[in-house]
């Protein structure tokens, strides 16, 4: 099993010294062996991310910590291929059925070590989670070496065995990647994907014993691993093995920068569906995959020089489309949902020149000898090196400093580095160096200084897909690395390209549905100890504030960048100083997870759509529970369930008492205390700003607060009520839900189904 993160590949055309039959079982083991790594990595960087929460230091720490054991295990598995008498097919259906047992329990270890560190400091959280995956990933990175060991010694050809095993690898990932996305999670959930996983890897640990005893029984006299039979340009290398292990290393930092730079676009451009990972990375893998095929033909009767200029054209076109992916997305925006297609052929056209390069590096400077598995289990940890690197440079530190723009720009110009630096490896006179440098400079110079104003408006077009709209600038963007945050002309605040609120405390002028935090007090006769869980606009959190009952609102936020745009508006910057607040920076699952102890009169959460990725983690059974844990005797529960019958099914019946109010659900454990008396009370003494928000002396005002006083009428459990009415008791919910399936942590809700049925 290969990592599905590593950023280089290649592979191979059959050699004639290699038996046809052992080399198609080789490939179709390795490419079923990456069908279930790839669907561990799916599922269990959610789980980690459920447990340590889906702020950006938790999906740092787990990718790096999947890459640093995929690369330890490519090193332990070119150590291994040296050992002589070691029957490699038999060592790898060994790791794969190792490989499966850890995967059947590893969901229920997830959750018991995520117990025992919850809350630990971040050196340890991440020491917890590198623990947690080493040893299965560690198992999957030793496969490559471990094949290239065993295929080497009988084809004499580093680069198209590398190439041979890393595309059918990958291709096996890219394709586990598709059906993940349209199949698995869907109708299977993660529990579900994970048996699946197991059960490949009993299939190929069962293939790698029969094929272990068809060589032994039908082909005693192929070529031995003590006889193999090379070509002596075969065994020559062209490069110093320290320069391929830099280039190799470089090679994965930047390709792995490139997919994060690829998710973050593709993710804004699709308002962060989950969909848009799995595909993002699938096309990438699958890219990685087609490469690996070109660079295993190159390495076929080819000198140094014209690899090495092979590698050099890869590189630039790499370099070209890198600078043409975010022009050509923001003038295609107006093709709506077709552009993701057009961002995915991105993806796999730069993915595949970066794919040829593993192979090539590999028969340039790793002989075909004994020491080919180990030589490879170190170039392949080079490359995860690198890779770790880019994933922590590029999401944790640049992503938090540079637009998408301009880490647009710093890509294409390490992806022309690169190809400038190979080019001087190439042998040439100095007079041809210099002006093969000096033109590759001045062109990633000219790309560097255009893609700015070639990518004008990028964000506006992916946003609004190409609408009229797109021609206004944002009167505000903020990008970190939490994600993309704007606010359009009229004050509507967008998180990822996702409507997310207004900027509008204004009761009589409604623009963004600010009754529904206005009627807190029409649940509760004292919400003295209110929790939010998502700050977004401020809105929300300004009205909770000051309403007269409340004395302390505590606000989770994962994103910090809503900070800076709520400071500069009138209208909700002094929340940010109001002595009731306590504004924390985290995963809103996490830290009540982390504050066990904490309990409140209200938590209230504006749930962004439940369709986007890791929705569920706020919508699900499993976190209603949760929430049920940190109430107060009469307490509420106030969260948005975006109109999804599924999530309102699964709200009330995770709670005794409840009812829909607009797009909302009030649950308690006790029956709800609507008293419209003490609401009309709270509302005219509401003051925000020292400014009162109703004057019942005007005519609007008090014909708009009399419209309020009418939901009484919608109160009555056993009434009728219409689909628009704005108040429906939970008995008539699941009456009109029934026969659907509720949402938990394990089938994802709606991320992934709401493609598959009506919600």
Known sequence: MNTTTAPLSGEPASSASVPNRQVRVLCVLFFFSGFPALIYQLVWQRALFRIFGVNIESVTIVVTAFMLGLGLGGLAGGWLSKRRGIPLLLLLATIETLTGVFGLFSLSIFERVGDIVLGAPLPLTALATLALVIVPTLLMGATLPLLVGHLVRRSGNVGASVGQLYYVNTLGAGAACLACAVLLFPLLGMQGSVLVAVAFNAAVALGAVAAHAADRRNMPHTLTESNPTRSTAASRTSLPFAVVLAMSCVGGLVSLSYEIFFFRAMSYASQSSSFAFATTLGAFLVGLASGARLGGEACNDVDGDVLLHRMLRSLLAASVIGFAFLPVLGHLAWLDRAILGVGLLFVYLLARQWGLVLPCLAHLGVAADAQAGMRTGLLYLANILGAATGSVLTGFVLMDHLSLVQMGQLLVAAAFGCALILGLTITASRGIKFRRSGAIAVVAGLAVLALPAASDKVLESLQWKGAPESKTPFAAVVENRSGIVTVDRTGTVFGNGAYDGHFNVELTNDVNGIVRPYALSLFHAAPRDVLMIGLAS??????????????????????????????????????????????????????????????????????????????????????????????????????????????????????????????????????????????????????????????????????????????????????????????????????????????????????????????
């Open 538 to 759: 401020g809105s929300w959190a300004q009205v909770l504030t000051n309403n007269p009952e409340v004395d302390s609102l505590t606000i989770v936020e994962i994103n910090p960048g809503y900070v800076g745009l709520i400071a500069v508006n009138p209208s909700v910057r002094s929340v940010l100083t109001h002595p009731k607040v306590k504004l924390v920076t985290d995963d809103g699952r996490r830290w009540l997870r982390m504050n066990a102890d904490r309990h409140f009169d209200a938590i209230v959460a504006n749930t962004t759509y439940h369709f986007r990725s890791n929705a569920t983690n706020l919508l699900s059974v499993d976190f209603l529970t949760l929430v049920k844990a940190h109430l107060n005797p009469g307490g509420i529960v106030f969260y948005n369930t975006t109109d999804s019958s599924r999530v309102q099914r699964t709200g009330c019946a995770s709670f005794a008492h409840g009812a829909r109010f607009t797009n909302h659900l009030i649950l308690s454990m006790t029956p709800i205390d609507w008293n419209f008396a003490r609401w009309r009370r709270t509302l005219e003494a509401y003051r925000i700003d020292g400014r009162p928000m109703l004057n019942p002396a005007r005519a609007e005002h008090a014909q708009g607060l009399e419209r309020l006083m009418t939901l009484e009428s919608q109160t009555h459990p056993d009434g009728a009520h219409a689909a628009d009415e704005w108040i429906e008791p939970c008995a008539q919910v699941l009456a009109r839900t029934a026969g659907q399936d509720l949402v938990t942590d394990d089938n994802m809700g709606t991320e992934w189904r709401h493609v598959w049925e009506k919600q």
